[in-house]
């Protein structure tokens, strides 16, 4: 049977693959293929790295899987300190994977636009893409507040990781608005979800043992 310890290391080994994939597929693949508000040069450069564009996609077919199974790991791990908290944030999860999932099919419309004789449609994908890419992100950020304050009342791992994964929550959702201010949130959210990579790669779960029965109970 695997040990708490063990859980939290499964977690924090697919969480890094999460990162790592999405990062990929969306700063290196997109951002440097997709020019937006200029359809034709999105086709032609998808057109001229179709193979890396594929890969991107690929990249974050690997992605999904595995933050799926992030949510998981951490459901078996937290679902014994609350009956609706853990649950509610595999809720978010999987309504996160499912549109993630579903908008890659625009991803790959754009691969097959670009090889035809209209470039509009190219682009006309990827816009689509970037606007379910968005969606995507509602319930991404909206994922982290459950696990937040589960981690948070549980006692399992320092609170300060749950604060930081409710604030990645709100940096996440702030981050639609589009203000000046993205950047700064974009990377309150990066800060909630490192944390928490870190703490699970390193295992440093408090046992059920150790635990307050009374954070348990919550």
Partial sequence: MTSQRGLARIAGVLYLVVAVCGGYSQLFV???????????????????????????????????????????????????ASRWLAPSALVCNAVAVAVMATNLLNHYAALVAARGPDDRLAGLYMDVFA?????????????????????????LMPRAVGVLAMLGCAGYLGDLLRTPASPVLLG??????????????????????????????A
């Fill in 30 to 80: 997109r951002q440097r293929l997709v020019v937006p508000g200029d359809a034709a040069a999105t086709a032609a450069h998808i057109r001229e790295s179709s193979g890396l564009f594929m890969l991107g996609l690929v990249s974050d077919l690997v992605n999904i899987v595995c933050f799926l199974g992030v949510a998981l790991v951490l459901y078996a791990l937290l679902s014994p």
């Fill in 131 to 155: 606007q379910g890419y968005l969606i995507g992100q509602i319930f991404f950020g909206l994922w982290l507040l459950p696990l937040g304050l589960v981690i948070y009342r549980s006692g």
């Fill in 188 to 217: 309150l959210a990066a800060a909630g979800e490192i944390s928490l990579v870190l703490w699970l790669l390193a295992g440093r779960i408090r046992t059920a043992a150790t635990t307050a029965p009374a954070a348990v109970a």
